[in-house]
């Protein structure tokens, strides 16, 4: 199975500024082919179910807010927060779809500092 | 609007046996591929079972293979998860999850249920 490593576990940033987050597999979910990274970012705050943010790595699902991005290739991929706002605090997580079973990161927990 | 709502949760005892349903509404449920995915109290989130369109492929994570069964009813446009031979580490909440890419294997989720609660304790 692919690892998922996210860093860090949890991070305080102040409203307005930067959050970034990392994620890491254990082999490449880039498919070469089709030249698309097969990783997602889910949202997921207290009390509800994950919410998809990106897919193919850098792919904003509708509705998402551009303060958000994706980004990275093979092994190594960022989850951005350009200007931390409040409704931002939750647990995130990356998952990978190259190969079954996909598998999820741990989660980074974003608070505000 | 897509809406995924499971059902039928509770308390178990060890050994013991469950199903869970999903219903889901607000899009065509026969052309999109399913998963169950659980989060124990706390945790992350473990992918539990795929299943196709037609039905004509599963996956089941190793942890709950040949203990629990993923069926789904497109005339009922439902999802199901029969659960047996229960432990305590499958408490978890339990959401369906439904995958748009068009395939035979599990892709990412787009739309995920409430979930409902499982717990297995004595």
């Known amino acids: 199975d692919i690892v998922m490593t996210q860093s860090p576990d949890s991070l305080a940033v102040s409203l307005g500024e930067r959050a970034t987050i990392n994620c890491k597999s254990s082999?490449?979910?880039?498919?070469?082919?089709?030249?698309?990274?097969?990783l997602a970012w889910y949202q997921q705050k207290p009390g509800q179910p994950p919410k998809l943010l990106f897919y193919?790595?850098?792919t904003r699902e509708s509705g998402v807010p551009d303060r958000f991005s994706g980004s990275g290739s093979g092994t190594d991929f960022t989850l951005t927060i350009s200007s931390l706002q409040a409704e931002d605090v939750a647990v995130y997580y990356c998952?990978?779809?190259?190969?079954?079973?996909?598998?999820f990161g741990q989660g980074t927990k974003v608070e505000i500092k | 609007e897509v809406q995924l709502v499971e059902s039928g949760g509770g308390l178990v005892q060890p050994g013991g046996s469950l199903r869970l349903s999903c219903a889901a509404s607000?899009?065509?449920?026969?052309?999109?591929?399913m998963n169950w995915v659980r989060q124990a109290p706390g945790k992350g989130l473990d992918w539990v079972s795929y299943?196709?369109?037609?039905?004509?492929?599963?996956y089941y994570a190793d942890s709950v293979k040949g203990r629990f069964t993923i069926s789904r009813d497109n005339a009922k446009n439902s999802l199901y998860l029969q659960m047996i031979s229960l432990r305590a580490e499958d408490t978890a909440v339990y959401y369906c999850?439904?995958?748009?890419?068009?395939?035979?294997?599990?892709?990412?989720?787009?739309?995920w249920g409430q979930g409902t609660l499982v717990t297995v304790s004595s």
């Open positions: 999850a439904r995958d748009p890419v068009v395939a035979t294997n599990p892709y990412y989720f787009d739309s």
């Open positions: 607000g899009f065509t449920f026969s052309s999109y591929s």
């Open positions: 299943i196709s369109s037609g039905s004509s492929t599963i």
């Open positions: 082999q490449s979910v880039l498919y070469r082919s089709k030249n698309k990274n097969h």
């Open positions: 193919w790595a850098s």
């Open positions: 998952q990978q779809y190259y190969s079954t079973p996909p598998t």
